[in-house]
């Protein structure tokens, strides 16, 4: 059964930076996909990050770009997204998520792609 959990989440004020962690466990995920989303109140959930599990094809949502930085340790079956430079505007409930693309095969960016998701951490930003 495949888990996934997410922490690392907090509030902090605009300028600051916060580390997302998700930890992932239940299968060999060599040829999964992994991806970061988020969803304000209010708002739909929106891609912030993907990347195949050995770190590869690593793509960015627009809005995040130069500020956000994906990263995986396979050793600790972990993933992680570095939030620089935080804005009001990034205020969320951030998700990761995984889904099987098999070898070579494309990282999906939409949320409907994805098969597993954790439940959750809060990111607030003050301003």
């Known amino acids: 059964q495949v888990q996934l959990v997410e922490s690392g989440g907090g509030l902090v004020q605009a300028g600051g930076s916060l580390r997302l962690s998700c930890a992932a466990s239940?299968?060999?995920?060599?040829?999964?996909?992994m991806g970061w989303f988020r969803q304000a109140p209010g708002k739909e959930r929106e891609f912030v990050a993907a990347?195949?599990?050995?770190?590869?094809?690593?793509s960015y949502a627009d809005s995040v770009k130069g500020r956000f930085t994906a990263s995986r340790d396979n050793a600790k079956n972990t993933i992680y997204l570095q939030m620089n430079s935080l804005k009001p505007e990034d205020t969320a409930v951030y998700y990761c998520?995984?889904?099987?693309?098999?070898?070579?095969?494309?990282?999906?960016?939409?949320?409907?792609?994805?098969?597993?998701w954790g439940q959750g951490t809060q990111v607030t930003v003050s301003s």
């Open positions: 239940g299968r060999t995920f060599s040829r999964y996909a």
């Open positions: 990347h195949t599990w050995s770190g590869g094809r690593i």
């Open positions: 998520a995984t889904v099987y693309i098999g070898l070579g095969g494309a990282v999906p960016r939409q949320p409907k792609q994805y098969e597993y």
